[in-house]
């Protein structure tokens, strides 16, 4: 694939991720030092990520978190990292974030497994149904997996169960 169709299937993700959530893409995002993140909410400054084509693993990548995380705090907003698996689709896009306080319709899963210095991937589709394991017969209505990444603990979740929750 060209460059060009790399950029274009960015734009696409992070277009249809901020529209989701009510945010804004950020214009120039990538290009322009003064323009961290590629979309924004009025607390959040979130990090996108794709694939040019369906059925790959998702892939949250430490360097790319770290980066995001600086970007956000030097905004005084709160990191969010989004991957998918290529397909370009809600259903199919996931996000990390630090750790937050919830009510008692989000489990918290501890996942120590997921514990890693560098990088985490996974298949989305077993996630989904672990979570769907999970979470029937539970009262809780939402799952949130928590996992160090790094030396700071994050929350994994679905981008619905996101829009959701914060």
Not at 13 to 32: C, H, M, P, T, Y
Not at 55 to 63: Q, S, T
Not at 114 to 135: G, P, R, T
Request: aromatic share 12%; with cysteine; glycine share 6%.
């Amino acid at each position: 694939m060209s460059i060009l169709n790399k950029k274009d299937f960015s734009i696409t993700q992070e277009k249809q991720i901020a529209e989701f959530l009510g945010w804004r893409r950020v214009a120039g995002s990538g290009a322009r030092p003064n323009a961290p993140g590629d979309i924004a909410g009025p607390e959040w400054l979130g990090e996108c990520k794709t694939h040019v084509t369906a059925g790959h693993k998702i892939h949250f990548d430490l360097k790319i978190w770290n980066k995001i995380a600086e970007e956000a705090a030097s905004q005084f907003k709160e990191p969010a990292y989004f991957v998918d698996d290529g397909s370009q689709r809600i259903s199919r896009t996931w996000v990390i974030f630090y750790v937050h306080d919830f009510g008692s319709n989000v489990l918290i899963n501890h996942r120590s497994e997921l514990c890693v210095k560098n990088a985490v991937n996974f298949n989305s589709d077993a996630l989904i149904q672990d979570m769907v394991n999970v979470l029937n017969g539970n009262k809780a209505s939402y799952l949130v997996y928590q996992f160090r990444l790094g030396s700071r603990f994050v929350m994994l979740t679905d981008l619905t169960t996101f829009k959701e929750i914060i």
